[in-house]
């Protein structure tokens, strides 16, 4: 199948339209996606058919002008705004009313990116840590923000509006608006603001 995929979309490692083929592969991937209850598309969201989009049980949304990339995992309590792209194996799982990840609009996620909005519970040493539960965290995501390649946002956290995330980065706190952080665990190490 993968290579039915690469012939249509000419291995474009994100979703066109710009030929037949391209747009035949962007007709599958909204209908494979549509195939579940409670996933809700514009008709302008561009989706791989290699992308694996599942709403369990809560409710799916991806804005208009917006991208899903080949082998990205979005799953779960999602909602992703307008003109706004998850490129290429990133791996996004919402769980329930209190596991939310909100993306706003114009971000950019690069290939291989990690929220998970769980935990699993480990406090009890002596029973196993399947049976302990997960605790659910919101993750959110504003506007115009560029989340680097391989980054991990952890249960929880909040990036604010136009901060930019260095490849590699583990985020457990909070990011102010406008912020340049990386490392691990990520640290702000400027402001956008300042710089202009």
């Known amino acids: 199948m993968s290579l039915l995929w690469n012939l249509l979309d000419k291995g474009y490692s994100m979703p066109s339209n710009q030929t037949l083929g391209q747009r035949i592969a962007l007709w599958l991937g909204r209908r494979?996606?549509?195939r579940h209850r409670h996933v809700h598309i514009t008709p302008t969201t561009r989706i791989s058919p290699?992308?694996?989009?599942?709403?369990?049980?809560?409710h799916l949304r991806i804005g208009s002008d917006s991208t899903i990339g080949p082998g990205a995992i979005v799953q779960g309590n999602i909602t992703i705004g307008d003109h706004s792209s998850v490129q290429a194996n990133s791996i996004l799982v919402g769980y329930g009313e209190h596991g939310k990840i909100t993306i706003g609009n114009y971000v950019r996620i690069a290939p291989q990116v990690m929220m998970i909005a769980g935990n699993h519970v480990f406090?009890?040493?002596d029973r196993p840590i399947h049976e302990q539960g997960l605790e659910a965290k919101p993750i959110v995501i504003e506007d115009d923000c560029w989340i680097a390649g391989r980054v991990n946002i952890m249960a929880g956290v909040t990036i604010g509006k136009g901060s930019v995330i260095g490849a590699g980065a583990v985020v457990t706190k909070d990011v102010p608006p406008y912020s340049i952080a990386v490392g691990v665990p990520a640290k702000v190490i400027g402001s956008r603001k300042e710089n202009s």
């Open 32 to 34: 494979m996606a549509m």
């Open 50 to 58: 290699r992308a694996m989009l599942h709403p369990r049980k809560d």
């Open 123 to 125: 406090a009890d040493p």
